[in-house]
Each structure stands twice: as C-alpha cells, then as structure tokens.
Antibody
Framework: QVQLVESGGGVVQPGKSLRLSCAASGFTFSGFGMHWVRQAPGKGLEWVAVIWHDGSRKYYIDSVKGRFTVSRDISKNTVYLQMSDLRVEDTAVYYC???????????WGPGTLVIVSS | EIVLTQSPATLSLSPGERATLSCRASQSVSTSLAWYQQKPGQAPRLVIYDASKRATGIPPRFSGSGSGTDFTLTISSLEPEDFAVYYCQQRSNWPFLLTFGPGTTVDIK
C-alpha cells in the first residue's frame, strides 16, 4: 500500500536551516508529483510547494519563495524540502502528499513537526 | 488569487443526522475542487475530488456536488467516525497554487 513517511523535523532557531525528507513506498514514485503542505498549531492547512513527477517544474507559495527548495531523488524514492532562513511563522507540522492529476492530493504522510524558536 | 470560504464554521449534529457543508470560491474553479477530512492528531484524508468523485475507500454516505463557485459536501447519515474537520481545496492555474478553505468542524451535538 502507499506509504509516505516524513522525517527531519525538530526545533531550530530563527534564521537557521533544516531539511525535511519524505520516503515513499508502495507506488511508482517516478510517476507522481509530490507536494508539501503545512499546518501551524491549531490552524488550517497551507500548501507550500510541489515538484513535478520528473522534477521539471517546481512551484512554491509566495511566503517561502527564495527560502525553501523542493527536490526529489528517484533512486531513493524520496522527496526533500530544504528550508533556510527559517522564521517563527514557519512553525508547523509539515506533510508530504502525493499529487492527484495536478489538482489535489490523494495520499498523505503522518507529518513532521518543525518548531522555529529562539 | 482564488479565495475559498466555508460555511458554517461549526456544525453540531447527532449521529444519524445529515450534514451539509458549503464551500464557495471567489471565482470559478470549474469542478477542480476537493474535500478532505482531518481528525485530531491525524493527517488529512482525501474524501472527494473533482467536486463529486469519491476517493478510494470513502463510503457512499459521502457525496460532493457543485461547479463553478458553489460546492457542497453531504454526509447522508453521520457515523461516529465522521466527526472531524473538513477542508475544501482548489487549484489555481497561474501561478500554480493549491488553496485550502478555513475548514468546517462537524462535532457531536
């Protein structure tokens, strides 16, 4: 069955960097785009970024452009979110999710918590 | 940028009752609208995509309807496991962007 497992979260100071990973299994990873979606404590869902199935396109929400970079390693069935210049407002649970027809997401990982605090 | 609004913010119902959740887009999104269910401490789960198609494993008591700017998620008879927060979501074409609504909480009356 489809499985997505995020890792790499933790507590980090403002201005520092962190890299999240999402290991995928149970499906043909190279055939699907992958998204990152975050949820601040007690808040709603916010889409962060997407990478196309072949890595040819990447899109980001405005608030993370220039600070976050999404990438993928087909050989490891893993998608990454490199986050730099982290801000307090980046504190959230970060979910990776599998793309569904470039219109929604159909599978989600359990999430990894990122806390940005001094 | 397309904005989604959901109503009501909270819906208090009893098991067995019908739930009707609304999602309105600030401009037409055709049928590119999805609904997700999220329970406390869990990741969201896709319920409906393309406005009216049930995702894999979703029971038939869940149905979606609408097109353009007005959409509805209906749960015909609430089961105890259906009490959760429901988010609608749409995709903008340029720039590419997925946007979620603020959510509707369905809680036990």
């Amino acid at each position: 069955q489809v499985q997505l497992v995020e890792s790499g979260g933790g507590v980090v100071q403002p201005g520092k960097s962190l890299r999240l990973s999402c290991a995928a299994s149970g499906f043909t990873f190279s055939g699907f785009g992958m998204h990152w979606v975050r949820q601040a404590p007690g808040k709603g869902l916010e889409w962060v970024a997407v990478i196309w199935h072949d890595g040819s396109r990447k899109y980001y929400i405005d608030s993370v452009k220039g600070r976050f970079t999404v990438s993928r390693d087909i050989s490891k069935n893993t998608v990454y979110l490199q986050m730099s210049d982290l801000r307090v407002e980046d504190t959230a649970v970060y979910y990776c999710a599998r793309d569904l027809m470039e219109r929604s997401v159909d599978k989600w990982g359990p999430g990894t918590l990122v806390i940005v605090s001094s | 940028e397309i904005v989604l609004t959901q109503s009501p913010a909270t819906l208090s119902l009893s098991p067995g009752e019908r739930a009707t959740l609304s999602c309105r887009a600030s401009q037409s999104v055709s049928t590119s609208l999805a609904w997700y269910q999220q329970k406390p401490g869990q990741a969201p789960r896709l319920v409906i995509y393309d406005a009216s198609k049930r995702a894999t494993g979703i029971p038939p008591r869940f149905s979606g309807s609408g097109s353009g700017t007005d959409f509805t998620l209906t749960i015909s008879s609430l089961e105890p496991e259906d009490f959760a927060v429901y988010y609608c979501q749409q995709r903008s074409n340029w720039p590419f962007l997925l946007t979620f609504g603020p959510g509707t909480t369905v809680d036990i009356k």
